[in-house]
């Protein structure tokens, strides 16, 4: 039921009819997605302002050693650092899968750099540098401008409000469009609030709120260890010889762990997905247990798990994950949030009722999101220009609907609305057919199942031993039209 002109541009595969328009577009961003995004809606013909409140652009990749002032990252008046990278972070995707699809993330030919499959975060924020540079994005983009305020206009136009770092007031303009890039791996999502300070009404809504949530246990507000969130983990060494609890299974969670097993006295792992009685030291570590959730926490510091052990502990470490946080956005209920649900959202980018002028790009997740943003860009960018049609405000909250529906019916909680996983190669093709592209290539979807594989089975490994070397030759020759 989808409507479709297929765009002009790049490789076209019919001719569209329609004249373009040139839209203002506001991109609140300039990570990886708002760069991506930049690139597209200027190609398509659009007038383009990236705003970015960081110095420099990366988002994520700029790593820092700095950490916010609340180690659990729930104060909300807390000075916010964007990043979660940590210091040993290397990517868990190849180069050869990450990159955007026309700008591959090839080794340097001289060796410099660094050369690894899997590099180091320095490595991927010098390939978002050179994509910038390469297509003169940094034009487009206005640094130390964080943006406070969207609000929709009488004549549906939007006022974007933002404030220049170290300036006084604030700066209103008047976008035809705003495209929201800004990252969802900032705002910690975490299983317990012992926040004291809170009235007792509000913390026995927080309490109820939480109570909801996937890591829960009694306690938790007089333990008198230190907690913190792995948004504000840097490095492993201020954790020599401690007793840490280590909360969630996440990417992040299993790389940290074996981060902190190499300093820390003992590291205990809590997941709740492994049966209740479970108790497993860790193949390879003598430091190292795995533990079914926590039962209890108490004020003499110790921690007792569902499997019925007892560790005094120094620190619990959440890798619980993020939430998705828009503090600017304003669209009378419009959108909302609903336990990490951005809805209604059409595919993951449009809200039905606003479309095309508000839109979303790197909201999945367990994705490879450059080439997935790409996609989102490229489709936004072309239903701006009014190249690619959309569907009807009906048609589209249909649609939307009914993809709520299915993952109801399959008992999929709302925070996994985002969560794309075997879908995403499907959802991205979907995408490129609307704006008349190529979808995604046999090599990158079959590296990526592969790569997956790997990561089971040589879960330390997996990052300097693989078996896919045929897939690596193809995606070389693929390249090679790009980079010859
Ligand atoms: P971000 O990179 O977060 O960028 C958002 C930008 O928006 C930032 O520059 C921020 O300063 C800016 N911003 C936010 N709010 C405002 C505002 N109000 N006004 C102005 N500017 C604002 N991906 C991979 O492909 N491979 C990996 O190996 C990988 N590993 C990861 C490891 C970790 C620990 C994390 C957290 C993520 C990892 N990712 C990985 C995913 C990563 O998030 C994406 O690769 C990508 O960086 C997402 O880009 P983004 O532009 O959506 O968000």
């Not at 060796?111 to 540079?133: K, N, T, W």
Request: aromatic residues 10%; contains cysteine; hydrophobic residues 35%.
């Amino acid at each position: 039921n989808l409507k479709r002109t297929p765009t002009t541009h790049h490789f076209p595969m019919t001719k569209s009819l329609l004249p373009i328009q040139s839209r203002n577009v506001a991109v609140i961003g300039a990570g990886a997605a708002g760069l991506i995004a930049a690139r597209e809606l200027r190609r398509e013909g659009h007038r383009v302002v990236v705003l970015e409140k960081n110095n420099r652009i990366g988002g994520t990749w700029v790593y820092t050693p700095r950490v916010e002032s609340d180690p659990l990252g729930v104060d909300p008046n807390r000075a916010v650092i964007h990043t979660s990278l940590y210091s040993s972070l290397r990517t868990n995707l190849p180069r050869e899968v990450m990159g955007f699809t026309d700008y591959p993330f090839t080794a340097r030919d001289d060796g410099s750099g660094d050369p690894r499959r899997f590099p180091g975060h320095a490595e991927v924020l010098r390939y978002l540098e050179e994509f910038v540079s390469e297509f003169g994005i940094d034009e487009m983009v206005r640094f130390e401008s964080e943006v406070v305020n969207v609000g929709l206009m009488e004549n549906n136009k939007w006022k974007v409000k933002s404030k220049l770092r170290n300036v006084d007031g604030d700066c209103d303009e008047i976008y035809d469009a705003v495209v929201v890039c800004n990252g969802h791996y900032t705002e910690p999502r975490i299983a317990e609030i012992p926040e004291l300070s809170l009235c007792a009404a509000v913390k026995m809504f927080t309490m109820f709120l939480i109570s909801l949530a996937a890591f829960t246990f009694l306690g938790i507000d007089v333990w008198p260890g230190k907690q913190m969130h792995s948004h504000n983990y840097r490095v492993p060494e201020p954790f020599r010889n401690q007793v840490i609890i280590l909360v969630g299974s996440s990417a992040s969670a299993v790389d940290i762990c074996r981060d902190l097993a190499g300093v820390a006295k003992e590291v205990h792992l809590v997941s709740r997905s492994v049966a209740d009685g479970t108790y497993e030291k860790q193949p390879g570590f003598d430091n190292m247990w795995l533990h079914s959730m926590i039962e209890s926490a108490h004020d003499n510091g110790a921690v007792v798990f569902r499997n019925g052990h007892t560790v005094h502990a120094d620190v619990i470490l959440h890798c619980t994950g993020y939430k998705y946080h828009f503090p600017f956005l304003e669209t009378n209920g419009i959108v909302t949030m609903d336990d990490n649900r951005v809805g209604p959202l059409y595919k993951h980018v449009f809200p039905p009722v606003l479309a095309p002028w508000l839109s979303f790009v790197g909201l999945p997740w367990k994705v490879i999101p450059f080439p997935l943003c790409e996609y989102q860009s490229k489709w936004i960018a072309g239903v701006l220009s009014g190249q690619i049609v959309l569907p009807s405000q009906e048609e589209m909250m249909e649609d939307t609907k009914a993809f709520y529906s299915t993952l109801e019916a399959s008992g999929t909680p709302k925070r996994y609305t985002h969560n794309m996983g075997d879908y995403q190669f499907d959802y991205d093709n979907w995408l490129a057919e609307q704006c008349g592209y190529l979808g995604v290539e046999g090599w990158r979807k079959q590296m990526y199942n592969a790569v997956s594989k790997n990561r089971l089975t040589r879960p330390e490994t997996y990052r300097d031993e693989w078996d896919d070397h045929h897939l690596i030759l193809q995606a070389q020759e693929d390249f090679i039209k790009y980079t010859s």
